[in-house]
């Protein structure tokens, strides 16, 4: 298939124009960069040169490349993940989403585009008993952040489910790992547990889905080959609660434990968003994933010989 891609030179965008080219997919990707675009092109990838901002400039290099599918991946996140670079990052990252995202389906619809895949957050779901599943909704009365990102993707969402003549698919990914993500061993959080800044709040019970950013693109390309229209839970198959994974990654990185602190502390200190990550977040379920998908996550690399145990 012939598929079209944004955010192609992102933490995402990398590793899935990969495994797409060892599909043996023609790719085309969006970059607004000369430089990015003389790399994709040594990679075997078209270069589509324009700024997702510019609706005509986006028209036109989705209809001159006349894709079967296009795939969004559109971020504007901080190196860092603390709460001042993703609050300064925040308004940015959900305007790309939602006037970037509208441009590139309004392309696609006018270049009879016949499926779209679009990432999401599967780590947004409201909180309660279990694991969250596709029917889930997103948190848009959770924490002040959590809650504005909850309610940009749900209307995202909505938008390309609703949008007619185009198999829309949402991917809602979990908590990215692995090269290029925050929580790499070269990443902004590992660099906070080394120095004992990313504590556990409360008792640790929010519960974190995992997705290794290879296996991401992996679930992406299936779905882009196989998956059918609607949502898609994307995440591994251990969710873990703070108090689990956070004591074995710090072990993991030869790092010394995390420290504990109150909710009450946290809400000082972090603000509301910091206790949702902390307390308040459900895990995922993947079944949909594996049925549909054949999606076979792998384990997450900390857990395992450096599982701490409570
Ligand atoms: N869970 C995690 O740990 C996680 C997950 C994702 C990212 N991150 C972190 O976040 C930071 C940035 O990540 P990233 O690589 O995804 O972000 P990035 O370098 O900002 O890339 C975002 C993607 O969106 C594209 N883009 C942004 N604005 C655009 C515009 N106006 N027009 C067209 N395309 C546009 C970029 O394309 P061009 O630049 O080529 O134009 C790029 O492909 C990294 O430090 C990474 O570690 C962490």
Redesign the pocket.
């Known amino acids: 298939m012939k598929i079209f891609i ?9 590793p899935l124009i990969a495994e797409l080219l060892a599909k043996g997919h023609a790719v085309v990707a ?4 000369e430089e ?1 675009a003389h790399a994709l092109t040594e990679q075997g990838v078209e270069p589509a040169i ?4 510019d609706a005509d400039a986006v028209k036109a290099v989705v209809a001159r490349a006349r894709p079967d599918v296009v795939i969004e ?9 603390t709460r001042e670079s993703m609050s300064a990052a925040a308004p940015f990252n959900r305007r ?1 989403r939602l006037e ?1 995202g509208a441009n590139v389906l309004a392309a696609a619809q006018a270049a009879g585009v016949r499926r779209y895949l679009r990432q999401s957050v599967a780590f947004y779901a409201v909180p309660g008993a279990g694991l969250a599943d596709e029917e889930t909704p997103l948190s848009i009365d959770a924490s002040p952040a959590v809650a504005a990102d909850a309610r940009v993707l749900s209307e995202i969402e909505h938008r390309l489910l609703g949008t007619p003549n185009i198999e829309g698919i949402v991917m809602r990914y979990g ?3 692995g090269s ?5 061993p070269d ?3 590992a660099q906070q547990v080394r120095q004992q800044q990313f504590p556990i709040v409360g008792s640790g019970e929010g519960v974190w889905s995992w997705l290794h ?1 290879e296996d991401a693109a992996i679930a992406t390309v299936s779905a882009a080959e196989q998956g059918n229209p609607g949502i898609y839970l994307v995440v591994n198959d251990e969710p873990l609660a703070v108090r689990q994974w956070l004591p074995s990654f710090a072990k993991w990185l030869n790092a010394p434990p995390p420290p504990q602190i109150s909710v009450e502390d946290a809400l000082k200190g972090s603000g509301a968003d910091a206790v949702y990550y902390g307390t308040q977040m459900r895990g995922a379920s993947n079944a949909k994933a594996k049925r549909e998908l054949s999606f076979q996550p792998r384990p997450l690399e900390w857990i395992g010989k450096h599982r701490w145990r409570n």
């Open positions: 944004t955010g192609g030179t992102g933490a995402i965008g990398r969006l970059t607004r960069s990015k324009a700024d997702v901002f991946q559109l971020t504007a996140l901080p190196k860092t993940y790309i970037g908590f990215f790992y290029g993500t925050w929580f790499n990443g902004d959080v950013i």
